[in-house]
């Protein structure tokens, strides 16, 4: 008596296929032409995506794509509104519609300049719109200054409040030096 | 500039055998993306604008005591040859090798730091490692940026991060690479499965010449699409534990397809011996891919009589670059088929 194949149901079966998943193993009875177009049919993608974190849907995930999404926030010029293509870049002179056809930027001040655009952009390739990670030291400690000052700031409050006028003062030119370290450059 | 023929002899660190989950990964590269302010990006500089940045670049590189002695390349004054041994090396893009104007490559000690300088961006630092090493290539860059970043004034917005050329790294401008070796996960056609599961936490998939390549002997490079909202360390995890559950499959699958056809699998890595062995020409391309079957072979202890030392030089020395600097002349892909046939022949004879 031969056995169907159970993923057709149409052809004698003639493999048997072993899946792992999840540490148990299951045995299937093919026929060769399922066995081929499944492979051994771990559902591996499955498996591996269940342990992460998904993300907020991005974009399209090859660089070809890139062009698309440029045209998606860029426009295409035939909106009357896409007069915006003929913004030009006062330091590096490319305008929108050259990084349309280029999709690479000409200077670091363009993601300011364009800078509706390029977000919009960078939201769909990323799935972020913020930075998070390194950056220059120097940028580090800006953001700490900015922190204590904003501190010290709550801290002088309370002392003013308080009437202690000493600690007030003492407070005052801390957040004075900070502030000028900031103007500085200091780190 | 190192003479031709010393390349062949030059080991290629990132090749090494015997490294971390080395059955799989073949290789990790770290690369960070950085420009300076205030200068147009490459293909927008004039020809003096980025004589002036490659030069500032080079002498901070000099300054910024990064480790290790650099040696310079000047890409616009050496053979197209010579280009070509560091783009088969994975030194440098292909891009940068094809290029016009100033452009440098400063390769470090044994290969395992390769910077490239007026690529896409100003400043491309990249770190290449046997094996599965993310962390390891990471802490070099992590620590030669730092020291840069007191002499070179990078393009940072406090929003975006590190401004690049395409927009597609900006952020942290970093990209992890992981070489995979993944014949079994190819057989059984699970490949697409790994690429959306990639897809789905934002990594991408892609062959062995990275974008928009055909994976060539099975090797598959697994990288991080995303470069904005998560910071080094998160893309870093993410891709590690991702490597690890690919590789993970992939064993399972060898161990699998070898209890199940012991014997189909022996053919397969035989056959691949046998024309490697005996043929009269090849290319490249089946080279790389019939080398790729022996590796899987020695791997499994099905062949024995070849060591992974042998197949890492040729997978380098067949390669078009390699192979005319081997032979010490021009040679067109004909001749090249029939040469590189024979160098393979006598390799593997003399195993």
């Known amino acids: 008596m031969s056995v169907l194949c159970e993923r057709c149901s149409t052809e004698k079966a003639t493999v048997i296929a072993t899946c792992i998943y999840n540490g148990e193993t299951t045995k299937r009875s093919l026929c060769q032409a399922c066995y081929d177009d499944e492979g051994l049919a771990l559902p591996i993608a499955e498996a591996i995506v269940s342990e992460f974190k998904p993300l907020e849907p991005i974009a399209k995930i090859e660089l070809k794509l890139v062009k698309s999404a440029i045209d998606m926030v860029v426009g295409d010029g035939e909106d009357e509104t896409d007069a915006s293509l003929d913004r030009v870049c006062p330091q590096c002179g490319m305008t929108l519609a050259e990084f349309k056809t280029r999709r690479v930027v000409g200077c670091a001040h363009d993601y300011e300049v364009f800078a509706d655009e390029l ?3 960078l939201l769909r390739l990323h ?11 120097d940028i580090e400690m800006q953001r700490i200054r900015e922190h204590r000052v904003q501190q010290l700031a709550g801290e002088l409050e309370r002392a003013i409040d308080s009437e202690h006028y000493e600690e007030a003062a003492r407070l005052r030119d801390r957040i004075q030096a900070l502030k000028q370290a900031s103007v500085d450059g200091d780190s | 500039m190192i003479p031709e023929e010393d390349w062949i002899s030059r080991p290629c660190d990132w090749l090494r055998s015997g490294e971390q989950d080395g059955d799989v990964v073949v290789s990790t590269r ?25 030069s500032l670049i080079s002498e901070q590189l000099n300054h910024a005591n ?11 004054e050496v053979g197209e040859i010579q280009r070509h041994l560091l ?16 452009r440098g490559a400063y390769l470090g000690h044994a290969e395992r730091l390769a910077i490239m300088t007026i690529e896409e961006d100003h400043l491309r630092l990249q770190s290449l490692r046997a094996g599965f090493q993310v962390e390891d290539a990471w802490q070099q860059l992590n620590t030669i940026d730092s020291k840069l970043e007191k002499h070179l004034p990078y393009a940072v917005s406090e929003e975006l991060g590190y401004l690049t050329s395409c927009p597609t790294n900006v952020g942290t401008g970093m990209r992890v690479s992981v070489m995979l070796h993944l014949p079994t996960l190819a057989q059984t056609k699970q490949i697409d499965k790994v690429a959306n599961a990639a897809a789905k936490v934002g990594l991408v998939l892609r062959g062995y010449r ?22 080094e360390e998160d893309i870093r995890d993410d891709l590690e534990r991702m490597v690890t559950k690919i590789v993970e499959w992939e064993r399972g699958l060898r161990r699998l397809l070898l209890q199940q056809s012991r014997n189909e699998m022996e053919d397969r890595i035989w056959r691949a011996f046998g024309i490697l062995r005996f043929a009269r020409r090849i290319n490249t391309e089946e080279a790389l891919t019939q080398l790729s079957t022996l590796r899987l072979g020695v791997h499994l202890d099905i062949l024995s009589s070849v060591d992974l030392q042998t197949l890492n030089e040729l997978f380098l020395l067949t390669q078009p670059a390699h192979l005319q600097s081997l032979l010490g002349c021009d040679l067109d892909a004909d001749e090249r088929d029939q040469h590189r046939a024979t160098y393979i022949r006598d390799r593997l004879a003399r195993q």
């Open chain 1, 119 to 121: 977000r919009d952009l």
């Open chain 1, 127 to 137: 799935g972020g719109r913020e930075h998070r990670g390194k950056v220059p030291l």
């Open chain 2, 30 to 54: 770290v690369r960070l993306a950085r420009n300076l302010r205030g200068y147009p990006m490459p293909w927008r500089m004039t020809k003096d604008e980025r004589i002036e940045v490659e």
């Open chain 2, 66 to 76: 990064v480790g290790e002695e650099l040696q310079r390349i000047r890409l616009d």
């Open chain 2, 87 to 102: 783009v088969e090396r994975h030194l440098i893009s292909r891009e940068l090798a094809e290029g016009d104007g100033r």
């Open chain 2, 210 to 231: 990275g974008e928009g390549s055909e994976a060539i002997g099975d090797l598959h490079q697994v990288s991080n699409q995303v470069t904005l909202g998560r910071s």
